[in-house]
Each structure stands twice: as C-alpha cells, then as structure tokens.
C-alpha cells in the first residue's frame, strides 16, 4: 500500500500522524468544554465532511474540507462521551496547519471496533512568521466509525459505478440498500464526467453522501477513466483515500482479500485529445508488476474469497485499447491467481458474466449507469461460507445475483 510513485501534492507526501492523549498537549489545544469548541453555528469554517477514507483494520482516514485556512484535529475514542484521545497530522516535524484539505489517519485500531470521533478546525486568522493569531474553532457532532474485520468476520458494502455527475442518484438507489450495516461503499469508478474543480466535488459527491452515509461508513474510491479528465484530475487525490494509498492498492475485510485496479483511459495513450499528457500504458505495466507480487502474497492465497475491482472491465467492453491493454498485462495473472470475480463498470449496461475457460476463468460483475432505468446498485455479502452478490436497478429489482 505504500505509493510507489512520487508526487507532488501536498497530501501525498508520507506523513506522519500523531495520537495523543488531552493531557499531552495542554496549552496546544483547547481543552474540552471551552467556550471556543462551540460548534461553527456561523457556517464559515467547515465547507464539507467529514467523510471516511481508508478503512482498514487497524486504521482509518477521516477528511474534511474548510472554507478557511485552519489547524484541524479529531478527537476519538470507545466511548461517546468520552472522546480521550487526538490525532492530528504532523510532516517533516511540522503539524499540518494553515490548510483547507484536512486529512487525518489514525493508527493503532483495534480490528472490528466501533469508535466514537469528532472533527476540529481551528481557524488561523492571521500567520505571521512570529505570531499566530487563531480564531473560532469548528467541531462538528459526534459521529462513529468501525474499523474492518478479521477474516472471522462477515463484510457486507455497496457498490456505485458510473454516476456522472448525477448525485440525485446515490439517494434514488441508496432507497433500495436495505438495512444492513455496511463495512464500506465502494465507488467503482466515473462518478464524474471529468475534474472540474474542488466544488464539483464537493456538490456533486461529498455532499450528496455525506447527507447519506459517509460521515460513519467510509467509501472507497477507485477511479474510473472520466476521472482522469479535466484541468482538476491531478488535484482529485489530495482528496481521497490516504496519503499512503495510491489509486491501485489492496485491503482485507473478513473471508475477503481485495484487489483494486485503476485501469486509466479507455483510448490509446496518443490519442489527440489526451494532448501528450496521459501515460497509462506504462502505468497499467507498473500495476501488472505490482500484481504480480500481490497474489505470491500468502495473506492472498490463504484468503477464502480473493475480489478484484477494475472501473474498465477485461472483457465486454468492445476492443478498445484500453479493455485490451488491461487484458493484455493482467488477464494472465488474474486466471493464474484464481481470482472468485472481478466486478467493473464503465460500459453502462450492466450483466454478470459468467467464466470463459481460457480468456476469464472467473465471473465478471457489470454494474449500469449512469441513465433511469440503467442505474444499478449492487450489495455484497460475504461470509466463511459464502459470497452473495445482488444487483438492483433503480426500480429497486433484482437484476443480477451471484453465489460463490
Ligand atoms: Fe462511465
């Protein structure tokens, strides 16, 4: 999971976040119960969030956005009213500060546990080299977070794909997720038509599911190749996911070893409009290299269900480079790995496939979009015994079902 290549964004960059204790830093913050920790009834601090990033089963990221420069912390722990420990981010020994992209990672969870946080900002009013002048702080309410399971526990999450830009979807299919808790939402990629700019992301995605769910269910982001587009796709990591997880990365969750692909552009690198300045080929090989070791790992083979997710799917999707190049450097090393299913969007008509002996030797899950009537969303459920998948169109019907 660490990011194999370097970039330049702020938040990439390996930090490193510090939990602490209330009493460990007296005089730094506000103690609890200050008059200043008043939630922000201004509306002037916070612009979104929080929203959950990351999950796995010793960590989380919680993110937010100010509309202010800010010094910015959670506070957590087991019990809601007794939120003893924070954390905040600290870089080459300077604490994140004078920001508005807040991200906060914690470590050291305990797995399958349910925690109790709270996000806070302060503002910085005035930054001079030797004096700091801060002004109201934000702190939102309560929310919850679970870390992920063991491979005792069951999973259970949602899957969106191909939204465009259409956030009255997430609650129009959200209707029809059904009353289980689950681990995680996984957006399984175009939730947007290209990168606009932080509003639209704000508008379109972190609103809409903050509204829904992702203050307390984190979501996880795979990149679709719509994502990849527009003046403001270079910026889209510094707001997802943590800074040591690349688009392409791996997690476990109960009986399940996930693989994430981020199968990039649909259309040859050259191709007139990219302008010179997409290079996914190279990057899919890169990907290729890192599978490869992925599944040698025994924490794969040992795994009872082993799910791959790549927005482009191998197979369905017409021959255009990209669903041939994806094919081409991973087909091989998917059939060898014995993967149980990739599950995939991007053709907008959705299907499960079953196995083809030679070219994909396990199912292949199509979710729809981004239309009425072409809109689905999926449910997963996996135990020790069992993995069911449900595929629901946005009249609520079962359109698909897998067992394995
Ligand atoms: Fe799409």
Redesign the pocket.
Known sequence: MKKLTDNSSQLNRRKFVSTFGLLGLAGLLPKTGDAKLLPDTTGSILKTGPYLQTPLQDSITIRWITQVPCYSWVEYGEQKDKLDKKAHTSDHGLVAANNTIHAITIDGLQPARTYYYRICSKKIENFQPYKLVYGDTFTSEVYTFATLGQTDKEVSFLIF??I?DRPESFPHLMQYAGNEKNDFVFLN??MFNYQVDEQQLVTNLLDPLGKLFSTNTPFILSR???ETRGKFARQLMDYFNSDRQNYYFSFQCGAMYAIVLDSGEDKPDETEVYAGIVDFDRYRIQQAEWLKKEVQKKEFKKAKYKVVFSHIPLYYSGEWHGTMHCREVWGNILNEAKIDVLIS??T?KYGIHDPVKGQHNYPIVIGG??LDGKRTITKVKITQHAFQLSMLDDSGKEVGALKI
Do not use: Q, R, Y
């Open positions: 794909n191909d465009h990629g175009d679709g190749n719509h969007g991007h907008h979009g981004p």
